[in-house]
């Protein structure tokens, strides 16, 4: 009779836990790089009326950086 066995050495487990973790390191670099976030703060600082002679109300501050990603 043969023993079959559904569980991965550990090494192997240690690798493919290694290679998630690394996929997602490089995905969280990905979204802090491509943060808007510190662009929007800098925006929501700004008066009324800079934000006028901008030509953008502060309800579309969101819109205005996204303006090359979203097209409404």
């Known amino acids: 009779m043969a023993i079959q066995s559904t569980e991965f050495a550990p ?3 240690a690798r ?5 973790a690394r996929i997602g390191q ?3 670099a990905y979204v802090e790089a491509r943060s808007r ?3 929007i703060a800098a925006l929501e600082a700004k008066s009324d ?3 006028a ?3 953008i109300t502060r309800d579309r ?3 205005y950086v996204f ?3 979203v097209w409404l």
């Open 26 to 28: 490089g995905m969280n």
């Open 11 to 13: 090494s192997l487990r």
């Open 37 to 39: 976030h510190a662009e």
């Open 53 to 55: 002679d901008m030509g």
């Open 49 to 51: 009326a800079v934000l």
């Open 16 to 20: 493919v836990d290694a290679i998630f």
């Open 61 to 63: 501050i969101v819109h």
């Open 67 to 69: 303006r090359d990603l």
